[in-house]
């Protein structure tokens, strides 16, 4: 069974600082992985994603994550950090085995970013 | 380009009461959800639908039932309203054909319920 864990349910930085986010999976296939984002009010809007190939996603907004099979872990980054970045963020899993497109949440992290 | 429409944007029901929570998508997508948020629990699906005429049970569908009878429509109902279901509900869709799986889900802006 598939399942996601992130780690801390809030994190805050300065304005310009480093965006870490963490996200760990668990699943008996292959994953896809995805990262959403939730401004307040608005439904989740698709950060980035993996499915196959390149380790590192390049995504809107700036945010890059990398898909690290050996430590089961999709963390999300922002090299500096803006005011408009606060939001919630969610990592995501679907099942290859079940044409992916059933999809875990993880419970979310609230992203404060202080000036 | 609307892409997902649910509607109403937010109700107050009392206990016993029913409604029924309508979505909408113009992207000619297979798969439809829907979602209840609670907060620290991300998102739970409630039921979810692989084509027009199906629907299946996801992880928390006690209490609710669904219909999808047109391929762009994804109703989800309550037939008998409680506390407990007062949240936030999402509709998503996504295109799931073979050879293009892992595609995203396109959400909605949420319906806010509350159960009095």
Redo the contacts between chains.
Sequence with gaps: AQSVTQLGSHVSVSEGALVLLRCNYSSSVPPYLFWYVQYPNQGLQLLLKYTTGATLVKGINGFEAEFKKSETSFHLTKPSAHMSDAAEYFCAVSDTGTGGFKTIFGAGTRLFVKA | NAG?TQTPKFRVLKTGQSMTLLCAQDMNHE?MYW?RQDP????R?IH?S?GEGTTAKGEVPDGYNVSRLKKQNFLLGLESAAPSQTSVY?C?S?Y?K?GT??????????TRLSIL
Excluded at chain 2, 40 to 43: A, F, K, R
Excluded at chain 2, 105 to 110: A, L
């Design positions: 997902v798969y979602y620290g629990m991300g998102l699906l979810y692989v999402f998503a996504s799931s073979s799986w892992g595609q995203p889900q396109h959400f909605g802006d949420g």
